[in-house]
């Protein structure tokens, strides 16, 4: 039996559900001569942000075990270089594209999508989405919110809910708001994105991790602490994965620690519907593909028909 991979997101239908993380595979062009984009389902933008940001001092990179730490500090080259720069390369791509959106506040949020929104116009109603360039926007709250004495967006289920709300007031494409695991409950996160309007959830972001340069007595990231994933955090992630998707009726996509369709695998079974490889594209940038190929080979010897078949199967 063939299997059909196609993931619907909101009004959007993807090819299959394995994309490519925001900040791991820059705006697409970084890497095309290496990775055939096209044959992924999605590809989640670099964070955008309403100024340019030049990021974190360095050192704002350390490999851990089973992982890596990051420290960039969202460095991007802001709105207006995005819609210049970067937009007309993402409207040459047959993958769906979700441009990350990133903020100290609520208005920043806003402005960001507004801006997008006037750039690329309305949806098309027939489905046409090749030149436009923005299939749908990733939100990213796990960003300090200086309005509320820095405290991350995504630890506030009430904000995330206004939010939501204000964002889905302004476009008509999917929205995709990407949790963080740092909350005490991330079930209740998810329910509020979903309250908001939101069209799925992605889950999850970096775990907060330092680590100590034992010879010269201080952090080995410049900033002290940064964002740790990688297989380290897999195991983390699909239990998030799990326990939104029982809380929720939107989909869920999973990332975190995706090396091999195994790993994968696991996210799918634990009731994701589409996954995100990122970490592992720095060791292999045809990581994303195998998975894909393996997900595929798998379902078949299964004898599954569509992706929302594999949570099924799960026994618990």
Known sequence: MKADLRVRIGNLELANPVGLASGTFGYG???????????????????????????????????????????IGLANPGIEAFLRDKLPGLRARRCAVFVNVAGSTEEEYLEVVERIETAV?????????????????????????????GLAFGTDSALIERLTRALRDRTKRPIVVKLTPNVTDIAEIAKAAEAGGADAVSCINTLVGMVVDVAKKRPALAAGTGGLSGPAIRPVGVACCYKASRAVRIPVIGLGGIMRADDALQYLLAGARAVQVGTGTFVDPRCALKALEGIRTWMEAQGLEKIEDIAALLEI
Do not use: W
């Open 29 to 71: 062009s970084e890497y095309e001569e290496l990775v055939d984009l096209d044959a992924v389902g999605a590809l989640y933008t670099k964070a955008v942000t309403l100024a340019p940001r030049f990021g974190n001092q360095v050192p704002r990179i350390v490999e851990t075990p089973s992982g890596m730490l990051n420290s």
């Open 121 to 149: 116009g309305e949806p098309s109603s027939a489905g046409e989405r090749v030149g436009v360039g923005v299939d749908g926007y990733e939100i990213n709250l796990s960003c300090p919110n200086v309005s509320h004495g």
